[in-house]
């Protein structure tokens, strides 16, 4: 397991949770693509300046790190337990109050969609017992 690894929400009903984890996969040439080619992007600046600004983008990658997100769903069946609902790689730095990654909150809001689901089957099938 990643010595980067969080949990950064579960569910009420702890079925569903969303995690973050160090991206050992992306490199920093996948994350930069060609948004430092100076002629693709037509930078209206100039080389150097674009230059200055692919080092700031190095040294952000290399402090802060690459993270993944991912929502989950327990399975409590014998040999299951955490799976993958969905996942997002490739993010710079960890999710915080000062850096926030919208995908965070769509897994969260995901996640409480699927809960509720969940909670509603649950209930409609204790029904069904009755």
Request: hydrophobic share 35%.
């Amino acid at each position: 397991m990643s010595k980067y690894f969080k949990v950064l929400w579960t569910s009420p009903c702890k079925f569903f949770r969303v995690t973050q984890l160090e991206d050992t996969i992306s490199r920093i040439e996948d994350l930069k693509g060609d948004m430092f080619n100076f002629e693709s992007i037509q930078f209206r600046g100039t080389r150097e300046e674009l230059a200055v600004e692919e080092s700031e983008f190095e040294a952000l990658v290399e402090r802060e790190g690459i993270f993944g997100f991912e929502l989950e769903r327990w399975n409590p069946a014998p040999d299951c337990g955490w799976e993958h609902v969905d996942s997002c790689y490739g993010l710079v730095g960890p999710h915080s109050p000062t850096n926030k990654h919208s995908i965070v909150e769509e897994f969260i809001e995901e996640g409480k969609r699927l809960a509720q689901e969940s909670v509603e089957t649950i209930e409609v099938s204790l029904e069904f017992e009755e």
